[in-house]
């Protein structure tokens, strides 16, 4: 049994060009606006940043 070491892995470059190739549609405004409020009261700053961008890209305004 041969095996080539070490197994090749996709780069992260490779990976983020695979997954830009395909749609992927946005979960419903109630899910984005529930992970918002935890990560909100979880402290994740991150989270929160990526959220609210999120619900802008789908056209939602956290204060309407």
Do not use: Q
């Amino acid at each position: 049994m041969s095996t080539k070491w070490p197994i090749p892995r996709p780069t992260e470059s490779a990976a983020l060009r695979a997954v830009d190739r395909t749609a992927r549609p946005l979960p419903a405004y109630p899910a984005l606006f529930a992970g918002l409020l935890v990560a909100n009261a979880t402290g994740d700053r991150r989270g929160t940043n990526l959220l609210g961008h999120l619900i802008a890209r789908v056209g939602g305004e956290a204060g309407r």
